[in-house]
């Protein structure tokens, strides 16, 4: 059985799917619109429907080449190379193969006088094609080409191929230069210039009356292409085709500058965000590691404070029973310093109470109690530090049960300097073994 994931991926893959088809078809019906406009001479229009096409999805990337080629080809119309084959040269990268895009490319490049783009785009066409041979004399006329653009020419006119009157100027202009007079005449017999309506084939013609010399028609050449270009130009503006175009390039411009300044804000908040989050973050770990801190301090007052109270507890526990042999004992040293009567009289006194602090069953009956009243504290120092000696087992018990230094040294006939200095080798072995931090102070607090 298959996994919900699956049948949520298969819902969603066909949801995207019906979504996709019906803006394929707006794509192919938005070309047909503005194929038609086109035709029509709506240049601004088509361009508008053609650009705001260009808005959907991709999903045939004929389709979009066939777009981006009205817009050069509206450009065209409006007199804009430049944009005209910027155009038609995105529209080859949408359709390298297609046979229509690439002539209009080719086009564009000769308006725009890229004729060597327009050469690279020739030489990739078939030598027999009728397209190139029709195109590829001015190109290959504009690169030196001299020889290519004749033949191309004489093919065309040798076998009585149509053929512009720019092309058949110019097939005339090559016979004047190479001296065949004859032929350049018979190539423009009968050519009217006044009954000429293309600016290119005007343009041709007075370039080859130039040539000639022949300046009362080149004058008459002239008049009539400033006629013809008057009256492209008010046709043009009759359509209000620039300010069409020109509120078309502006609106596409307008909508680029509020993407990238919606772009612009959206980043900035990106940015906000994750400095936000990043300050977030920072304050979290600050405050985990002062709460930390606050935590480590309160443990060890509390630590402190439960070794306060096991010292008293400890003293209270010992005070009856060791304050006869602790006041004898601090008697009896005192005396030793003034008065040695005094101190034998004491010492008779205090030898049974010594006798009986320095027996083993008054120092396990210590031990015992401890145990029982600190969780066993004794038996767990002896097996968390093996290395205590008996001496110094017995005089952390007497420390523990609250004797002074003073009467510590009395039972164990030390001075008080080896009595320190014992201590500090226990807290040394205390220290070094592998009990918990805990268990540790609690076998220091009893020292």
Not at 81 to 93: D, G, H, I, K, T
Not at 143 to 170: E, K
Not at 292 to 306: A, H
Not at 391 to 418: D, F, N, W
Request: glycine letters at 2%; hydrophobic letters at 40%; a negative charge.
């Amino acid at each position: 059985m298959k996994k919900p994931s699956t049948y949520i991926i298969i819902i969603l893959t066909a949801l995207m799917a019906a979504c996709s088809y019906p803006r394929s078809e707006s794509a192919s019906a938005e070309l047909t619109r503005a194929e038609e406009a086109f035709y029509e001479s709506d240049y601004a229009s088509a361009m508008n429907i053609a650009a705001s096409a260009l808005d959907l999805p991709q999903t045939d990337s004929i389709v979009f080449a066939r777009l981006y080629d009205i817009i050069a080809r509206c450009h065209r119309s409006a007199g804009n190379p430049q944009a005209e084959l910027s155009y038609a040269q995105q529209a080859a990268e949408w359709a390298p193969n297609d046979s229509l895009v690439r002539q209009e490319f080719v086009i564009s490049a000769i308006n725009a006088g890229q004729h060597e783009l327009a050469m690279k785009q020739l030489e990739l066409m078939d030598s027999t094609d009728e397209f190139r041979l029709h195109m590829l004399p001015l190109p290959a006329m504009k690169t030196g080409q001299t020889d290519l653009a004749r033949d191309a020419l004489v093919h065309l006119y040798s076998n009585d191929l149509w053929m512009p009157v720019s092309q058949m100027a110019m097939l005339a202009e090559i016979y004047y230069s190479d001296g065949m007079h004859d032929r350049a005449s018979a190539v423009i017999d009968g050519i009217d210039p006044t009954q000429l309506s293309d600016p290119d084939d005007l343009k041709s013609m007075v370039k080859y009356y130039d040539l000639t010399g022949n300046t009362q028609m080149a004058m008459v050449t002239v008049r009539k292409l400033a006629s013809v270009l008057e009256s492209l130009l008010a046709e043009a503006s009759s359509q209000e085709v620039y300010s069409r175009l020109y509120e078309i390039e502006h609106s596409a411009r307008t909508e680029r500058q509020t993407l990238d300044r919606n772009r612009i804000v959206v980043l900035s908040l990106c940015v906000a965000l994750l400095l936000l989050a990043a300050g977030m973050v920072t304050w979290g770990l600050l405050y985990r590691h002062a709460s930390e801190r606050r935590r480590l301090l309160q443990k060890q007052n509390d630590l402190l404070m439960l070794s306060i109270e096991r010292r008293r507890a400890m003293s209270d526990l010992f005070s009856e029973r060791n304050r006869s042999i602790e006041l004898m004992g601090n008697l009896m040293i005192d005396a030793s310093i003034s008065d040695k009567g005094a101190t034998k009289r004491i010492s008779a006194t205090l030898a049974d109470e010594i006798e009986r602090f320095r027996s083993a069953e008054v120092i396990e009956e210590i031990a015992h109690t401890l145990n029982e009243c600190f969780d066993n504290i004794i038996t767990r120092l002896e097996k968390d530090v093996p290395t205590l000696s008996h001496a110094e087992r017995v005089l952390m018990l007497y420390s523990a049960a609250g004797l002074s230094a003073r009467v510590i040294c009395l039972l164990t006939s030390q001075t008080p300097g080896a009595v320190y200095a014992q201590k500090h080798r226990i807290r040394k072995k205390i220290q070094a073994s592998e009990a918990t931090a805990s268990d540790q102070q609690q076998y220091l607090d009893l020292l």
